[in-house]
């Protein structure tokens, strides 16, 4: 049963503290990548992956740090740095003809 | 710079009145758009990739068309279980499969 997996769904953190999300995909697809979504803001790029062992920065990368050592891994942490770290965020995985895939998502609450 | 923007913000229908949603972008050289349709708290689900203008695609009560400047989704004889967002995402030559967002079409779908 193929699919992108994110686990949890939900998470809660005290302000300080790094958290790591994590996603998982088994389609074999070679692009992954990390969004943020926030109420009337729309998906925003955090950061994304083309091959293992490569990311690059997107729109919102600051407070943010991911890696890519498995094609089928791609976790993302949210460090301390990260101002406004509440939010849904949302795990996909690509491959060829542009269209992406979405993970069920995680919702962070830090307080 | 690359823009999409999605038209009305929110729908009311009620359950058989057929009706559209609009998507207008910009972007430099097309490479695809994309409509997404999402539950609330869930992940985006793909729906249709649509390349060139006059290009048309159809699953269940929905069709999306395409032109130089806009995509519809239409959506004939919508159910209660049609309430979603729906997301438009274009891809453009430069984008480096980043894709470029709107904010959505919140339906509603009255029994």
């Known amino acids: 049963d193929g699919g992108i997996t994110q686990s949890p769904k939900y998470l809660f953190r005290k302000e300080g503290q790094n958290v790591t999300l994590s996603c998982e995909q088994n389609l074999n697809h070679d692009a992954m990548y990390w969004y943020r979504q926030d109420p009337g803001q729309g998906l925003r790029l955090i950061y994304y992956s083309q091959i293992v062992n490569d990311f690059q920065k997107g729109d919102i990368a600051e407070g943010y740090s991911v890696s890519r050592e498995k094609k089928e891994s791609f976790p993302l942490t949210v460090t301390s740095a990260q101002k406004n770290p509440t939010a849904f965020y949302l795990c996909?995985?690509?491959?060829?003809?542009?269209?992406?895939?979405f993970g069920p998502g995680t919702r962070l609450t830090v307080t | 710079e690359d823009q999409v923007t999605q038209s009305p913000e929110a729908l009311r229908l009620q359950e058989g009145e057929s009706s559209s949603l609009n998507c207008s972008y910009t972007v430099s050289g097309l490479r695809g758009l994309f409509w997404y349709r999402q539950d609330p708290g869930k992940g985006p689900e793909f729906l249709f990739t649509l390349y060139s203008a006059g290009e048309e695609k159809e699953k269940e009560r929905l069709k999306a068309t395409l032109t130089k400047k806009e995509s519809f989704l239409h959506i004939t004889a919508p159910k209660p279980e049609d309430s979603a967002t729906y997301l438009c995402a274009v891809q453009g030559a430069g984008n480096n499969r980043k894709l470029i967002w709107g904010l959505g079409t919140s339906l509603a779908v009255n029994p």
């Open positions: 996909a995985s690509g491959q060829g003809t542009y269209e992406q895939y």
